[in-house]
């Protein structure tokens, strides 16, 4: 199983997700699952985690690692499952050449949230950073027991 998170740059959610997915898989010992995290603008491309992310996450055991990148075509060939973080993204990734709806899909829905958005942290102040990580947390966990089961 290959699984993607997306967000707007790839600097705040996604990258989040990633971290925080990875961590429960190596927690939970389970083998077979790759993760990696992609965003549908290109402004931040080549650029590490926003650091108001990586110090939120930094502050949970969290570590959020590696540079944004832009979704690309080949990712929905690539990837099972590719998980918006919002609704705008989810609309963009299903308007990209390749998309398939059941393929994309939002990260709340998929942890059994309905179709809440993953609120946006970069123009907030810290404590949003925060609040998204406890949205990943509780949801990593949901979406891992589902595709785990």
């Known amino acids: ?6 967000c707007l740059g790839n600097i705040c959610r996604s990258p989040s997700a990633e971290a925080v997915m990875a961590g429960l898989i190596v927690r939970e010992g ?19 985690a926003d650091p108001r992310a990586i110090a939120a996450a930094t502050d949970r055991g969290v570590e959020i690692s590696g540079l944004a990148r832009q979704v690309r075509p080949s990712d929905f060939e690539e990837f099972d ?9 989810h609309a963009n990734l299903l308007a990209m050449d390749g998309a398939d709806p059941e393929q994309v899909r939002l ?19 810290e404590d949003g950073f925060a609040e998204v990580l406890d949205i990943l947390e509780s949801g990593c966990a949901v979406i891992l027991e589902e595709i785990n089961a």
């Open 30 to 48: 389970i083998e077979g699952i790759e993760i990696d995290s992609a965003g549908t603008g290109d402004w931040h491309v080549g650029q590490p």
């Open 81 to 89: 499952l590719i998980l918006a973080m919002d609704s705008s993204n």
């Open 107 to 125: 990260f709340r829905e998929m942890a059994g949230e309905g179709e809440l958005d993953v609120p946006d942290p970069y123009y907030g102040g």
């Open 1 to 6: 199983m290959r699984i993607l998170f997306v």
